[in-house]
């Protein structure tokens, strides 16, 4: 097996397919928000390379007070981009095909996790994504990313699972090479999701949080990170912090340890998201610009119904 970077990978890795060309990709396009700064420095403007001329559509979630999928008008939404409110043009209800990665920390730290997480591994394979429409990668990380498999067949992805745990965390990387693989298509009507397993700490990748946050968003990839918990903890507080981050900024939802989340309940929580979903198009009156990442508010306007949507948007699709 060959490594993202071709160097030799270790003996235990023993049927990854490399990840080496997307990961290339992957840093040509991050490579942009961080130039002149260095490798880990400040992310600059993402420089699309084109923009929509269609009116904006953002992805979001309905939940009545229960937690189940809700009910929604286009007149119980308040939205905001950049602080300024915006017009709902069409909201629809969807139940769209998935287009996903599952990506798995096999680093070191979390070696006391492995048969849990491959019980979310399995649970997550087995209860979200539906067999022949939706098409998934299932890729672990380390200091590298490496795909086990790939396809349309989730019980088949299954078999192709590997765990170890051993060396670094690149999990920044990692993102962005499952980004950029889940983009190829172009801009389609399936949902890009990422489901994370991972305590959410970094450091091993060659790119920083900034730039992987607007990667995501810019890709309108979906984040749903479950929390592991890690050999040394003394920051979990900052990679649990990470993992919520990624979640929000995208639409996503975020689950940590001790938080009373069982597999199950998670699982369910996801399945619920899913079928609350909502495409909106926004008033395309106001132009924005396809070069940046803008701010954005979406709330509902009744006490019993409650929203889940990113808090960032970008014109710009990969």
Known sequence: MVSCTGMPAPAYSRSHVPLRRILFVAWVVVSALSSGHGQRGSSATLASEQTSASSPSIWITARNKHGAPG??????????????????????????????????????????NLRAQYDEIVGLLSKIPQAGRDYG?????????????????????IKAIHQTAAGGTAMYDAMAACTNRL???GADTALRLMFVLSDGEDNSSHINREATERTLVSARVRVYSIGERGTANGNATH??????????????????????????????????????????????????????????EVKSARKDLAITAPREYSMSTQ
């Open 239 to 296: 990679g649990f912090g990470n993992l919520k981050r990624f979640a929000e900024a995208t639409g996503g939802r975020n689950y940590l340890p001790g938080k009373d989340w069982t597999l199950d309940k998670i699982l369910s929580d996801i399945s619920n998201d899913l079928a609350g979903l909502y495409t909106v198009t926004l008033d395309s009156e106001r132009a924005l610009a396809g070069d940046r990442i803008h701010k954005l």
């Open 183 to 185: 983009s190829r298509a």
């Open 71 to 112: 009910e929604l008008t286009a007149s119980d939404l308040e939205i905001k981009i950049d602080g300024k409110a915006a017009q709902v043009s069409e909201l629809r209800p969807e139940s769209p095909a998935l287009r996903y990665c599952l990506l798995v920390d096999n680093s070191g730290s979390q070696r006391p």
């Open 137 to 157: 990668l299932v890729v672990d990380f380390n200091d590298q990313p490496y795909l086990d498999g790939e396809g349309n067949d989730p019980q088949k992805l």
